[in-house]
C-alpha cells in the first residue's frame, strides 16, 4: 500500500530554516505529482508547494514564495521542502500528498490528491 512518511519538523525560532521530508513507499515515484500542505490548529489545510512528477513543474503558495523550495529526489522516493526565515504563522503541521501525474486537478486543493502522510509538525517561536 502506499505509505507517505514525513520528516523534519521541530521546534524552531524566528529566522531559521528547516528541511522537511517525505519519503514515499508503495507507489511508482517517478509517476505521482508530489504536494506539501499545512494546517494551523483551528484552521483548514492549506497550499504551500507543488512539484510535477519530473520535477519541472513547480507552484508555492504565496505566503512562502521566495522562502520555501520544493524539490524531488526520484532515486531515493523523496520529496523535499525547504522552508527558510521561518516566521511565526509558519506554526503547523506539515503534510505530504502525492497524486498520479495523469489524475491530479488542480495541485492546490488537497482533495484532488488521493494519499497523505501523516504529518510533522513546525513549531516556530518567537
Known amino acids: 500500500q502506499v505509505q507517505l512518511v514525513e520528516s523534519g519538523g521541530g521546534l524552531v525560532q524566528v529566522g531559521d530554516s528547516l528541511r522537511l521530508s517525505c519519503a514515499a513507499s508503495g507507489l511508482t515515484f517517478s509517476s505521482y505529482n508530489m504536494g506539501w500542505f499545512r494546517q494551523a490548529p483551528g484552521k483548514e489545510r492549506e497550499f504551500v508547494a507543488f512539484i510535477g512528477w519530473n520535477g519541472r513543474n513547480t507552484y508555492y503558495a504565496d505566503s512562502v514564495k521566495g522562502r520555501c523550495t520544493i524539490s524531488r529526489d526520484n532515486a531515493k522516493n523523496t520529496v523535499y521542502l525547504q522552508i527558510d526565515s521561518l516566521k511565526p504563522e509558519d506554526t503547523a503541521v506539515y503534510y505530504c500528498?502525492?497524486?498520479?501525474?495523469?489524475?491530479?486537478?488542480?495541485?492546490?486543493?488537497?482533495?484532488?490528491?488521493?494519499?497523505w502522510g501523516q504529518g510533522t509538525q513546525v513549531t516556530v517561536s518567537s
Open positions: 500528498a502525492a497524486e498520479p501525474r495523469y489524475s491530479l486537478r488542480n495541485y492546490y486543493r488537497p482533495r484532488d490528491y488521493d494519499y
